[in-house]
Every structure is written in C-alpha cells, then in structure tokens.
C-alpha cells in the first residue's frame, strides 16, 4: 500500500493508525463498514459545505455514514444563515481529492474550515479517509480533532 498524504502527518506526528484497504470501486460508508468489518456507525465521511455567504472559507464536516447532514443545525451550530453541499465537482475542485476520498487530515493548511459531529465522541477511534479511495484509517478521535483543529458540533439527525 502506498503512503498517502493524510498517513504522512500521521506518521510525522508519531500518531497511532492502522489503514484498511479495500476495492476503489466501493463509495458509500455501508460498503466500506462491510469490507472492512466494523459497523457503519463508526465509518465517518468527510463532506465538502460551502456557505451561502461571500467570503466564506469552504468546509469539510466530518460525519458518521448512517447519519444525515442537518445543514440548519449546522448552520445554527457554528452561527452561519445559510449552508449547501458542495456539488461533487465544487467538492474535487476545491479538495483536489475524488469524492469518497476526501479527508479533512490530507487537506491541513489548505483553508478550510473543520468540522466533526459531536456523535464522535462515543467513540475512541473511528474510521476515516486516507485521503484516496479504496484506503480508510482507523484514528483516535482525539487525534483527528488534534491533527485537524476540527470544532466538534452537532451537524447530523439520526437516520
């Protein structure tokens, strides 16, 4: 397996992750949990959210797969009137990453504004993007809010 950049600041900050890999092809967090043998409640995805309001920095908000994005309570959570969803080709634009691949670790310094649901915090580890479809890493919780500086909000409704 190659090295990808979200495993670079990893290991250059002496941090604790195993990677899985599994097929390119599969995208959603319900295929990932299965291929790699957890439950999908601790497979998180990163989203790409822009603000309706001009100026605003763009945002990756890192949520669990069975859980739906509330861009209201977002919104309401971190004081901004008005959020959409990145379409996929704003997201890769602005990420340079494919959708299913986008990871809030491979894309420090990259300005963006971060975000992780607070329903993270029932877990010690979780798993996430490598930054590369086909490859998530399973990271303390602790350390993506640390390496990412992600605000933890409640941004999703239960399914």
Sequence with gaps: MQKTNAMRVLDGRKIAYTAHEYSDEIHG???VAAAIGVSEAEVYKTLVVLSETPGRKPM???TPGPRELNLRLLAREIGEKSLR??????AER???LKV????ALALLNKGFAIYIDASAQQFESIY???GQRGINLRVS???VIAVTGAKVVRATTEP
Aim: no cysteine; hydrophobic share 45%; glycine share 12%.
């Design 29 to 31: 967090t319900d295929d």
């Design 60 to 62: 990756l908000v890192i």
């Design 85 to 90: 969803m990145a379409t996929h080709k704003e």
């Design 94 to 96: 602005l990420t340079g």
């Design 100 to 103: 299913g691949g986008i990871s």
């Design 128 to 130: 996430v993007s490598a």
């Design 141 to 143: 919780v602790a350390d």
